[in-house]
């Protein structure tokens, strides 16, 4: 069964408005989240990092005042894209890791902006 | 973190094994590689990772050479839902960790 939990799956939005996807781990305990954004016909880009209780690392060319990130629980992380552009439009997925086991993937969050 | 480079794509017959290669000429002696496999609009599924020795569970096998610089991801029979991006990644980390994703392999399984 599931084991990360992603929502909403598909979202569509106006230019400006921001949008808060999350990240929830349905059986475990994650100490560590990570953000990934995908292009089409593109692979995964590691966007950040994320620790339970502390600021989130990103990656070179992210910017952490547009991808807001907050894990404020072992279970829950949230990725909030803020004032979204059409450029902004992409497949954002999350994955949790436990540090016992390999990292399991959300669904994905298909994100449009008009 | 050690850089893969997998072919773009492959094809294989329904039934048949899928032999997919990967090299990682520049892995250093702690870095694992891994496996993972994207089916369109999905995120990623774990397959197997290893460290040196040949490793096998329900889905795959997984062959590393012995001076560890490339590796084989082995579907013994595939079929039409294995279809997919198959992602090759070393990585320092057992057990999960960082990943940074390459371009991958678009599988295509043909019946």
């Known amino acids: 069964g599931a084991v990360v939990s992603q929502h909403p799956s598909w979202v569509i939005c106006k230019s400006g408005t921001s949008v808060k996807i999350e990240c929830r781990s349905l059986?475990?305990?994650?100490?560590?989240m990570f953000w990934y954004r995908q292009f089409p016909k593109q692979s995964l880009m590691l966007m950040a990092t994320?620790?339970?209780?502390?600021?989130?690392?990103?990656e070179q060319g992210v910017e952490k005042d547009k991808f807001l990130i907050n894990h404020a629980s072992l279970t829950l992380s949230t990725l909030t894209v803020t004032s979204a552009h059409p450029e902004d439009s992409s497949f954002y997925i999350c994955?949790?890791?436990?540090?016992?086991?390999?990292?399991?993937f959300g669904d994905g969050t298909r994100l449009s902006i008009l | 973190d050690a850089k893969t480079t997998q072919p773009t794509s492959m094809d294989c017959a329904e039934g048949r094994a899928a032999n997919l290669p990967c090299n990682h000429s520049?892995?250093?002696?702690?870095?694992?590689v891994y496996w993972y496999r994207q089916i369109h609009s999905q995120g990623p599924q774990y397959i197997i990772h290893?460290?040196?020795n040949n490793e096998t569970n329900e889905m795959a096998s997984l062959i590393i050479t012995e001076d560890r610089k490339s590796s084989t991801l082995i579907l013994p029979h595939a079929t039409l839902r294995d279809t997919a991006v198959y992602y090759c990644?070393?990585?320092?980390?057992?057990?999960?960790?960082?990943?940074?994703f390459g371009q991958g392999t678009e599988l295509s399984v043909k019946p």
């Open positions: 994955s949790l890791w436990t540090g016992t086991q390999p990292q399991h």
């Open positions: 059986d475990f305990q994650a100490t560590t």
């Open positions: 994320s620790n339970e209780g502390s600021k989130a690392t990103y």
């Open positions: 520049t892995i250093s002696g702690n870095e694992y």
């Open positions: 290893g460290l040196k």
């Open positions: 990644i070393v990585s320092l980390y057992n057990q999960g960790g960082k990943l940074i």
